[in-house]
């Protein structure tokens, strides 16, 4: 199936510096990427949903300016998380749906994730 | 709104012993149901899916049957392996295009 690679696999900063996490298509060509946050024993919580050349979107209770995301290319996905705080250490997942022809258009696929840990 | 709700973990079984991961919905409309399947250290992937109701999905000997009438999605294998410990997640995908998720069950098969 196709690959979705997210960097780093987990990061750790001090308080107030920011953190950008990249999320990739290896093989196919992502017109939508998704960023989750997973918190212990919880699910995945959708963050934001990014279209390729637009504005993300974001879900509601989620802080667009502190976390960034970017879209700029059909193969990667930046998440930026600004003045990071201890609060915000959590694993960030991210997934990407695949346009090609013959795929099922429901399907996503998904980033090994990031673990980021503010101190 | 719509969530999903799967049973807790963690889940300790034996050999070739039967596995049921229970899932329940709540959703307006019909919404495609999913069971993906986190191994150690990688993403998730997708296992099975159902898209309508009395759908059955399969895969790697794990069945899950879309059953409306009791809003479940239970996921079930005859005979586990060793290589089937791993973290699955129930989830949905509404008609409005997004994905709920459960809190995932962290399954350890013991030889």
């Known amino acids: 199936g196709a690959v979705v690679s997210q960097h780093p696999s987990r990061v750790i900063c001090k308080s107030g510096t920011s953190v950008k996490i990249e999320c990739r298509s290896l093989?196919?060509?992502?017109?939508?990427m998704f960023w989750y946050r997973q918190f212990p024993k919880k699910s995945l919580m959708l963050m934001a949903t990014s279209n390729e050349g637009s504005k993300a979107t974001y879900e509601q209770g989620v802080e667009k300016d502190k976390f960034l995301i970017n879209h700029a290319s059909l193969t990667l996905s930046t998440l930026t998380v600004t003045s990071a705080h201890p609060e915000d250490s959590s694993f960030y997942i991210c997934?990407?749906?695949?346009?090609?022809?013959?795929?099922?258009?429901?399907?996503?696929?998904f980033g090994p994730g990031t673990r980021l840990t503010v101190l | 709104g719509d969530s999903v709700t799967q049973m807790e973990g963690p889940v300790t079984l034996s050999e070739e012993a039967f596995l049921t991961i229970n899932c329940t919905y709540t959703?307006?409309?019909?919404?495609?149901l999913f069971w993906y399947v986190q191994y150690p250290g990688e993403g998730l992937q997708l296992l099975l899916k159902a898209t309508k109701a009395d759908d059955k999905g399969s895969n790697k000997g794990f069945e899950a049957t879309y059953r409306k009438e009791t809003t479940s999605f239970h996921l079930e294998k005859g005979s586990v392996q060793v290589s089937d410990s791993a973290v699955y997640f129930c989830?949905?995908?509404?008609?409005?295009?997004?994905?709920?998720f459960g809190t995932g069950t962290s399954l350890t098969v013991i030889p």
């Open positions: 959703a307006t409309g019909y919404p495609s």
């Open positions: 093989d196919f060509q992502a017109t939508t």
């Open positions: 989830a949905l995908l509404n008609t409005g295009n997004q994905f709920y």
């Open positions: 997934s990407a749906r695949d346009f090609r022809v013959g795929r099922s258009y429901n399907e996503q696929f």
